[in-house]
Structure formats: structure tokens, C-alpha cells
């Protein structure tokens, strides 16, 4: 038997309205849980590419080179880097050197990991040098300067000018005048590195043209799978790694963040559906006599629950639609509205992607006319006589 949708529509909406702090209520429970969806998943996403951006800016190139397994240094860096100024799409490279090595200051040290490079390639590669918290960069000729990490800095109580004594990995010991605290937000990293010109550390270390690891940059990121093989052919190296393989570590974090933002979009989703089942069904318990009577004038069981089904149905678009909206406005805020995050010292800011708004739309909806099924199998099925009677 087809069913009038149109008067399913008119009982539907009149029952609604009936009672506006009830309906609000509810839209409002609603509208929040869609709006949660968006604006907690626009926030990790925006977090996660934040962090990634960050780490590949500071730490990690487009691509880098490594040693060969078993090998400690890339050596003939010198040819290589001829090699990678000949590819059409390689903007810069910056070779690093790292070692091991205690700072001191006074009775206080600590271990740390010294990372030397040339300045002027570096700055054409990352920014870390623009990381500078104060004081001012080392310069390739500097033999007496160093860049100390902020956290570093404070365990050994350290500022721009003081003095500090580096024991290298080789037995070497040198005092150096602290030049610049450097802060890049990778908590490892700014624990316990010192930075040095490549040319200091080659002497210190008796070293000359190797590098422990060679950062290239790239006109586009996103080509870095497609100058993996090239390069290392036209170099003759073996290990190379893309930004995505170095930043793997975020992706185990960003499933870790969704996975507890499922959580929390599932129970504000789970109370919305939950306030929705329970209006209907004291809707229908209170109307259970009228129902009788609908039903004994020749109203059939489908059109009865087309009507409690439809006030899900209203419930849903109404809350879902200002949700989605609520949940818009706020992520283009926080993308306008950067914020700091205390721990990694990075602004953080959201990113609003399409499949949100369809992520929130299709749960939030779906969910709430789930929660309206069984209230209206309920109505559909109330008995006649009973119901007239009230028993």
C-alpha cells in the first residue's frame, strides 16, 4: 500500500513543533555532534600536515641520502654534489655531518649529538637556521661558534655569549662561545644538539669530504618517488629515503589522534541518536490512544511509521545542516587563527577538506534515522484496542 508522504510530512512536522525547548534540545545535541566531526577531524589534519611541514622544513629533506649499509660516511661528497647540481628538478642540497660529543658549562654536562653543516647550502635546503630563537647564525668560516638546542641550553644553563666546552666522539676538547639558541619544535632534536660550519667539524674530527647525510630539495616535493631511482643511479648510491618514508613516524601519530577522534565523534553521535529515540518514543507513548484511533478509522501501519520515521528524518536535516555549517565557520576560523602548541613551539592551524562535510552528512543523518526506526516499528504496531483503552 503506497503512503501519502505529504500528509506523513504534515502529522510529522506538526508533532515537532509542538514542543520547541524539546526540539531545540535535540537539534542542538545534533548539530553539535556534526559540527564535532569537522571541526576535530579539520584540527588533527591541519596538526598532522603541520607537523610533517615542520619536520620536513628543519630536519629532513625532499630526499636523503644515506651511507651504504655497513658504512658510517658518504664519501666523494664533493662529486655528488656536482652529480645533484646536473638534475634538472634538484633546487638545493645541504650534506650534514653528525657526531657524538658532551657539552659542558661549569659542573653541569650533558650528551648530545653534534650536527655540522655549511650554512649557505642549508639555508638553501631548510630553514633551520631561521629557527633561531636568539643570537645569530654560525658562518661556514667560524671556528669558535656553535648554535646550542633551546632545551639543551636550558639543562646546562646556557645563553648567546657564554662559553661551553665540547668533548668530541675522538677525545678532542674545545671551548666555544655560544652564538645562537635554536628552537625547531622536534622535542628530540631540541634536547640535546649542537650545531657547527661543516669545515670546524671536518678538522676536529680529522675528516675531509664525506657527509653522514646528504638533504636534497626539490622544485615539488611530490616528485621525490619518481628522483628516488634517478638519483641514485647517476650518484651510485644505494639508501636513499622520500620525506614520506622519514615522516612515518606522524602517520602512526595521525592514526592514533583519528582513532580518538572516532571515539569522540562516536559518543557525541551515540547521544544525539540516543535524544532522538527517546522524544519519539515518549511522543508515542503519549500519543498511543490517538494512534489507536488513526488505526481504527483505516490508517495503516506504514503511514504510521512513515510519520515517526519522517520526525527523525526532520531532526536530521535540520541539525545536520546547521552542524555542517556550525563545523565550516569554525575550521575557516582556526585556519584564518593559527595557534601555538606549547609543546612542539609550532602554530598549528586546521585544514578543511570537502570529505568532511560528507563524512559528517552521511554519519550524523544516517545515525539519527537509525535512531528513529525503532520507535516508529513501535508505533506502526501498537495494538488498537489496547490503545483506545490506554492499557
Known sequence: MSVDLRSAFFYSRKDIFKNIKIFIIITLSIILATANIIVINGLIDGMIEDLVDNTVESSVGHLNIYPDNNE???????????????????????????????????????SSTILALDPDKERKTTKLLEKLVRG?????????????????????????????????????????NVKGIIRTGNLDFDSSTVIMPMDEAYRQLAIDNMASII????????????????????????????????????????????????????????????SVGIVIYINIIHKKRQIGIMKAIGTSNAFIFTVFLMEAAIFGVIGVFIGDSVGYLAIKYFEANPFLDAI????????????????????????????????????????????????
Not at 639543551?152 to 678532542?172: Q, S
Not at 601519530?253 to 580518538?260: D, Q, Y
Open 344 to 391: 612542539s613551539q609550532t602554530w598549528i592551524s586546521a585544514r578543511f577538506e570537502p570529505q568532511l562535510f560528507y563524512i559528517a552528512t552521511i554519519f550524523s543523518f544516517g545515525v539519527t534515522i537509525l535512531a528513529g526506526v525503532y520507535p516508529a516499528i513501535k508505533a506502526s504496531r501498537v495494538e488498537i484496542i489496547k490503545a483506545i483503552w490506554g492499557t
Open 215 to 274: 638533504l636534497v630539495k626539490l622544485s615539488d616535493k611530490s616528485m621525490s618517488e619518481i628522483y628516488k631511482p634517478m638519483i641514485m643511479q647517476n650518484l651510485d648510491v644505494n639508501n636513499i629515503r622520500t620525506w614520506e618514508e622519514e615522516t612515518e613516524f606522524v602517520s602512526n601519530f595521525a592514526n592514533s589522534w583519528r582513532s580518538i577522534s572516532s571515539i569522540i565523534s562516536g559518543v557525541g553521535l551515540i547521544a544525539a541518536a540516543i
Open 136 to 176: 645569530a647564525a654560525v658562518n661556514p668560516n667560524d671556528k669558535n661558534a656553535i648554535l646550542v638546542s633551546s632545551r639543551l641550553a636550558e639543562d646546562l644553563k646556557l645563553d648567546v655569549g657564554d662559553e661551553a666546552t665540547l668533548a668530541f666522539e675522538n677525545g678532542i676538547i674545545k671551548v666555544y
Open 72 to 110: 658510517r660516511f658518504i664519501e666523494g661528497i664533493g662529486i655528488k654534489e656536482q652529480r645533484l647540481a646536473t638534475l634538472k628538478e634538484v633546487e638545493a642540497y645541504s650534506p650534514r655531518i653528525s657526531a657524538t660529543g658532551v657539552l659542558s658549562n661549569k659542573e653541569l654536562s650533558v
